[in-house]
């Protein structure tokens, strides 16, 4: 095509944005990116949220992003397996499916997967930080890390109130995590976005130790109609994907 021809213009600007990450190693702001595109500050988040998502760009905890190293790619342990569970669960449940890990308290989500025009959770960003006790995969992390990393989570960040149904004090999230560890499985029903719900459940290694959660979102409307299938392909991926004999003692129901 002619560089007089017709272009997509929404096209144009993602790739706008992307040239300058490349050229700006310290990553560029929010309002960086509102002012080179000509665009509001919600447009702009919503641009590099979507770049995020999709895995070309990273979000620092500056708030700055940049261009994904190949460190930000790699990972852990198992990825491959991990890679392919959540295409599975994707391709299972017709649902955005994640991959989250766990850094001590910094929680992670390291993959998505899902066709063009399944609704993302608004708000969510792959830098999960403050937001964990409000999410089912960052619940289905936090109840297995060291209670030293739930102390760090919570002091760092506290345990901010997205909606009416977000864990309000530390003892209601610990009975939350305590109940996760006996039924393998976690939940946030309009916890950190009204209108939608969240399904998760951590996979062991051969140590029992978790090396990642896999989850999926779906609005309130499906959760209700089909939140009993959902929630036996969650498990029933995270148990095949997993260190055989980790999960099995926790398949108890869980609504």
Known sequence: MSAGGRTLQTAVV????????????????????????GKSLS???????????EGFAVRD??????????????????GA????????????????AYLATADGPQITIQDSKGRQGLPYVPGLSPDVQG?????AVGKALLAHVDPDH????????????FTP????????????LAAIRGTGMATDIEEFTEGF?????????????????LALSTTRLRFELHGDRLLDAVREIATQTGHPGQLQPHLRAVR
């Open 197 to 213: 719900c969240c399904i998760a459940a951590p996979v062991f290694d051969a140590k029992g130790a978790p090396m990642g959660a």
């Open 81 to 96: 397996a991990l890679e392919d569970a959540v295409v599975e669960l994707y391709l299972r449940t017709n649902e955005r």
């Open 43 to 53: 447009t702009a988040t919503y641009l590099l949220n979507s770049l995020c998502q």
């Open 61 to 78: 905890p500056d708030g700055r992003y940049r261009l994904p190293e190949p460190t930000d790619r790699s990972q852990p342990s198992g």
């Open 165 to 176: 149904r977000t864990a309000k004090d530390r003892t209601q999230l610990e009975a939350e």
């Open 14 to 37: 993602v790739l706008r944005v992307l040239r300058h990450l490349a050229v700006t190693p310290e990553g560029l702001s929010t309002a960086d990116v509102a002012a080179l595109t």
């Open 131 to 135: 937001a964990a006790h409000s999410l």
């Open 150 to 161: 739930l102390d760090a989570y919570c002091d760092a960040y506290g345990l901010s109130e």
